[in-house]
């Protein structure tokens, strides 16, 4: 049996607003093993993104542990985190969160300026991430210039750029009509074959899809 | 990072003309600014070149004049010396004065003056450069010589015309006297007369001019000076020649020191470099506040973008990087925008300027004749475009400063959720 490249153990997570506390996640103890596909499925407002923030690295939990890749994230200061984010971690956004300003090349050599790749070696890599999800003839497009497909396939594209052993995908079909979200699932599915992917969706051809599959509700983990 | 800020810049077209405008009108102010005040600066300059610089020393309490009553005293001959060793001092010139009586009630001044020195008329402390009409001035060859120049006036009291001049003599008898002449008991001269000049006012044309150490020993005055005349250097040493003599010879000398330069620096000069400076700190400021506000609402309309860059792994530093750029960015182009109205336009608005903001705080004898004065608009261009440079840099710095704090200190998580 492989290692486990996340696990959670009691993970909490309270939001304080105002004088109300909201519990998003409740004593949430997991394993995720690589590689594979994970789907994490709840309605909303069930801790799904809640988790998916600790795991990423991106938000601390107010109880409990949270390790990826064998650390554990909570003593971790916040540089630490960044620059945990950066070399562990790839996001991919339902609103695919690309830089608009930024070609679809530029925007997937973003996280390796962030780790210190040498130009040449960054633009290599991107070009050649931008081919493996088909949009090499599109590298010099600004987002805005791209579908919503397209733009979704810079962000995986951006998500590996780093090589990262886990990526995380918030609702990453969530924005697109049902062919073009069974594409982006099926490069996910693909992707999941060298490292975890941890997927949090309502798209029932995800999560059948997936090695294992999570279901949460009210920040619980249910049977 | 930089190349997004860069590019962050330009992310719209009205976003661009409204920040780059707000930045460019202080800039086209401080451009303005120093226009006027590098104007009045040259304008200084050169009433400096032009302005008497030259303090005059006498004996304390007396006009210094060997035979005059109660103006017989003179300055001690070390006066000289610690003149010519004074810092800033660039020529001390020294006389010996006498009166003779002419016609009445009337006197002619006996001046004893180096040869080459300049010859300094009496009028209430006025220089000037007499102007010789006929024959010629003194030379060294006339040191300890009897022989003089005298002025138009002193000619024709004395009957000696132009055509006289070489053999025409003038002696003076010491032992004359006139309400305010005492007798000195020295046996008359005869001076040849080699030259006659013309100073354009009546009194300056009653003098005498011979070699000083003839002088000396016409009048028995082995030593001592009458007036001493110390140059500064330059106009912005005046108060410290005049200072430095006060301290070693104000015990015994009265120093009246030139007032015109000094005024105009006091005045006009300082005001206006004060207005300029206050001004330009206006502009800063202002440059600073739009940059403060442009910076503050890019990162409210990045928030999202920032989330992104914070969870794809970028430093602190780096989302600096990109803020900061962006503000350098606005900055740079609306100072250069600023730099363009202003070679455009800044002769045109530089003088209403000055008479709006400028004239009023002046003290009243310079309002007009420096505003015609003033070439407005010749700063060169590096100084333009480094003063341009300097404000661009520091709006972008001090006003990015709370707009990357607030950018670094983003919660990666609730900026992905701004919406």
């Known amino acids: 049996m492989n290692e486990p490249v996340v696990r959670t153990v009691g993970a909490t997570k309270v939001y304080r607003k105002g004088t109300q506390e909201v519990r998003a996640l409740d004593g949430v103890s997991l394993a995720a093993e690589s590689p594979g596909l994970i789907a994490v499925v709840g309605p909303s407002g069930s801790g799904k993104s809640s988790l998916l923030h600790l795991i990423g690295a991106m938000d601390r939990a107010s109880g409990g542990e949270v390790a990826v890749a064998g650390r554990s994230l909570g003593a971790m ?38 780790n210190g790749v040498k130009p040449e070696a960054r633009r290599a ?49 969530g924005n697109l009509d049902s062919k073009t979200g069974e594409s982006i699932v099926k490069l996910l599915a693909e992707v999941a074959r060298a490292r975890t992917v941890i997927v949090v969706t309502h798209a029932e051809a995800l999560a059948r899809m997936a090695t294992a599959v999570f279901h949460l509700r009210d920040g619980r983990l249910a049977d | ?62 006009m210094g004049h060997v035979n005059m009553e109660g103006n017989e005293d003179i300055l001690p001959q070390r006066a000289l010396g610690i003149a010519q060793r004074t810092t800033h001092v660039a020529r001390v010139e020294h006389y010996l004065l006498a009166m003779t009586p002419t016609e009445g009630h009337n006197f002619a001044m006996i001046v004893g003056v180096n040869p080459g020195e300049t010859k300094r008329l009496e009028s209430h402390g006025e220089a000037g450069n007499p102007r010789i009409i006929a024959g010629r001035d003194l030379t060294d060859a006339d040191r300890g010589q009897r022989v003089a120049v005298i002025g138009q006036g002193v000619a024709r009291w004395a009957g000696i015309s132009a055509d006289k001049l070489g053999e025409a003599t003038l002696t003076l008898d010491l032992t004359r006297t006139h309400p305010v002449i005492f007798a000195l008991k020295r046996p008359p001269v005869t001076l040849r007369i080699a030259g006659i000049y013309a100073s354009g006012y009546v009194f300056g044309d009653m003098q005498l001019f011979m070699p000083l150490d003839a002088f000396r020993e016409v009048y028995g005055v082995p030593e001592g000076i009458s007036w001493l005349y110390v140059q500064a250097d330059s106009v912005d040493n005046v108060r410290e020649v005049e200072a430095a003599l006060r301290r070693e010879l104000g015990e015994v000398a009265d120093i009246i020191g030139p007032t015109a330069a000094a005024e105009f620096e006091a005045s006009a000069t300082r005001t206006v470099r004060q207005l300029a400076a206050g001004g330009a700190a206006i502009a800063a400021v202002l440059m600073a506040l739009v940059v403060f506000f442009v910076t503050l609402v890019n990162v409210r309309d990045r928030t999202r973008e920032l989330g992104t860059l914070k969870a794809l792994g970028a430093s602190g530093k780096a989302i600096a990087a990109s803020v900061i750029a962006e503000a350098f960015a606005l900055a740079a182009l609306g100072t250069a925008l600023g730099a363009a109205l202003f070679a455009l336009l800044g002769n045109l608005f530089a003088r209403p300027f000055f008479a709006i903001g400028v004239r009023p705080f ?58």
Do not use: C
Not at chain 1, 77 to 99: K, W
Not at chain 1, 129 to 148: M, N
Not at chain 1, 150 to 162: D, F, S
């Open chain 1, 77 to 114: 200061t916040d540089a630490e985190l960044t620059a945990f984010r950066r070399r562990t971690v790839g996001f991919v956004f339902q609103a695919f969160n690309l830089i608009p300003n930024l070609s679809a090349l530029e925007n997937v050599m973003l996280p390796m300026e962030f």
């Open chain 1, 125 to 173: 890599r991107a070009q050649a991430l931008l081919g493996r999800v088909g949009l090499a003839p599109r590298a010099s497009h600004r987002p805005a210039e791209l579908s919503g497909g397209e733009q979704q396939r810079v962000a995986i594209a951006r998500a590996l750029a780093n090589d990262p052993p886990l990526v995380l995908a918030d609702e990453p079909t």
């Open chain 2, 1 to 62: 990072m930089i190349r997004l800020g860069l590019r962050n810049a330009w992310r719209s077209k009205s976003w661009l003309a409204v920040t780059t405008a707000l930045i460019a009108l202080p800039v086209f102010l401080l451009l303005v600014l120093q226009a006027v005040s590098g104007a009045v600066e040259r304008q200084t300059a050169i009433l400096k070149r032009t302005v008497d610089n030259t303090l005059q020393l006498r004996a304390r309490g007396s």
């Open chain 2, 362 to 419: 002046l003290a009243p004898q310079y309002r007009d004749s420096l505003a015609d004065a003033l070439v407005l608009g010749g700063a060169s261009g590096a100084q333009l475009i480094a003063w341009a440079a300097l404000a661009a840099v520091a709006a972008a710095a001090i006003g990015s400063a709370w707009g990357v704090r607030q950018a670094i200190g983003l919660s990666p998580v609730e900026a992905l959720r701004h919406e």
